[in-house]
């Protein structure tokens, strides 16, 4: 089995709704749910909107690879409601980001380091996030 940490955002619709249907998926599909960071509101990163988020972090367990998880999370996105992944553009030299009904991260997976096109973990923008900090620091204190 591996760890794994997760950090969830929404900021559209029923936000407690989309983060407990959200870790109610990660607990079918993925695997065990070991500890959940309490809900923390804030404000979007990265971009404008009028709507705050709702974020938190989940400490899982698993028998999936990370390009499996990584699967794995996308198609939970999916299913939630999420049409559109925020990408990279060129024009702007930044990423750009919107509004989303949920979005999955992959933070941690064990102690392992990869940097693939499609994935890199540790999640590369995790320590300027402050969303992503503090209920991440709820289950992993260290």
């Known amino acids: 089995m591996h ?6 955002g929404t900021n559209l619709g029923d ?7 959200a870790i109610s998926e990660i607990a079918r599909r993925i695997g065990p749910i070991k500890a ?3 809900f923390l509101e804030t404000e979007p990163w990265g971009f404008e909107s009028r709507n ?9 367990e698993t028998e999936l690879s990370p390009l499996a998880l990584l699967h794995e ?5 999916r299913q939630l409601g999420r049409t559109e992944k925020s990408v990279p553009d060129p024009q702007l030299g930044k990423v750009n980001y919107h509004d989303r009904i949920i979005d999955i991260d992959i933070l941690l997976y064990d ?9 890199t973990i540790p999640h590369p923008l995790m ?9 991440l620091k709820q289950i992993l204190p260290q």
């Open 15 to 21: 936000k407690e709704h989309n983060l407990l249907a």
């Open 3 to 8: 760890t794994v940490y997760l950090s969830l």
């Open 127 to 135: 320590n300027e996030r402050d969303f992503v900090l503090i209920p």
């Open 111 to 119: 102690q392992l380091q990869l940097s693939t096109p499609t994935l």
């Open 36 to 38: 959940q960071s309490a």
């Open 52 to 60: 705050t988020f709702l974020n938190a972090a989940v400490r899982v």
């Open 73 to 77: 999370t996308q198609q939970i996105e």
